[in-house]
Every structure is written in C-alpha cells, then in structure tokens.
C-alpha cells in the first residue's frame, strides 16, 4: 500500500506539469507566482477531478508515426496559409459547415487523438465528439476553399488512418475495414488472402449542417 503511494504520485506529474504550462501560458508570464498557483491547481484537479484512465493496447509503429507527424506538419502549414489567405481576401464570405463524420475505429483514444489533430489545423475544429457512436462534428470555416463537404470529410477520415497506422494494432486496423499499413502489405499474405476493404471514402447519406 506504501510503496503504491509515491508511485501513484509519479503517474500524475506528467499531467500536473501539463497543466502548470497551460496556467502559465493561459496568464501570459513566465513567474514564480504562476509557476507555484498552476502547480498547485494541478495537484487539485488530479486529486479532486481525477481524469479517467485511458487503456491503450496498441502498437506504435515507427513508419506509421513519422508520416504522421510529417503529414500533420505539412497540413498545418498548408492549412495556415489558406485561412490567412481568405482573411486577406476583402468582401470574400466563407462559407462555413458543420459537417457529421462517422470514424471507423473503436477506441476513445485513437478518436480523442484524430479530434485533437483536426482540431490543431487552422480553418477546421471539433464542435462535438460522439463517444459512443464514434462520431465527430467537424466545423469547416470555408468549405469550398475545403474542395467541398465529401473532400472535408475524407480529410478527416484520413487523418484517422494515419492515427490507427501509427498507434493500433493489425486487429484494430482490419477491424476499423482498413487495409494493412502499406509497407507491410505482402508480408505472410498468401496467394489466397482476401483483401481487406477500405472504406476512407465516406459514403452518401451523412449529415451536414451549413450556414
């Protein structure tokens, strides 16, 4: 029981740093006193409002990771430069959606993790997260400048692939109807393996709300 103490505490730092950086950045000031309030507010909420734990039984791919940072990289950049262009463009009206995309995989965390990087690219961000249904509501700020609302949404499911080719399993990936990580197709699959489907493009039928 003793010896689960200090290490039940170790568990908590990272998020209890996490949060004094937040405070920190939320005032704007690099102080004693922020550092010491954010510490504090940290411990608070990690031992009042203790987040539930998320299991993650995945298997990080090395490949998977780096084109998923490389291709968030780039999304970013591209992303930034067309909402700064159509701020510049005087008298332009975006026309703005909130558009429905049901994802394929079955874990909270590959689904917080796609929201969160959709979210980090400008001209885009999550309104809401189904849990159970595993859905995302996704707020476009100019969908034709998108390419239009299917292209949208299959931006976003391509960001969830790219998630579940860095972080899940080869079960969750053929379960989500995905198709193997590209560069281990071939690998062990016999002249009679079937192929898997892959369903990236979304299909007719789902949701958009616009304005």
């Not at 429905?100 to 980090?120: I, K």
């Not at 995302?136 to 790219?162: C, F, I, N, W």
């Amino acid at each position: 029981m003793r010896a689960g103490g200090p290490r039940k505490w170790l568990e908590k730092l990272p998020m209890v740093l996490w949060l004094t950086i937040l405070w920190v950045l939320f005032w704007g000031e690099l102080s004693l006193a922020n550092v010491l309030a954010g510490a504090v507010i940290g411990l608070f909420v990690m031992t009042v409002m203790p987040m539930p734990r998320i299991g993650f039984e995945g298997r990080v791919s090395v490949i998977g990771t780096t084109i998923l940072l490389g291709k968030f990289a780039v999304d970013v950049v591209l992303a930034s430069v067309q909402v700064a262009r159509q701020a510049l463009r005087f008298g332009h009206d975006p026309h703005g959606a909130v558009i429905r995309v049901p994802l394929r995989g079955h874990s909270d965390l590959f689904l917080t993790l796609t929201a969160v990087l959709c979210s980090l690219v400008p001209g885009s961000i999550i309104v809401e997260a189904h849990r159970l249904s595993g859905t995302l509501y996704v707020h476009v700020l100019d969908v034709p400048a998108a390419g239009g609302v299917e292209k949208a949404k299959a931006d976003v499911l391509a960001q969830e692939r790219r998630v579940l080719y860095a972080l899940a399993t080869d079960a969750d990936i053929a379960a989500a109807g995905l198709p193997p990580r590209p560069w281990k197709r071939g690998r062990g699959d016999g002249p009679n393996a079937t192929p898997a489907v892959d369903h990236a493009r979304p299909t007719d039928g789902e949701g958009t709300v616009t304005r």
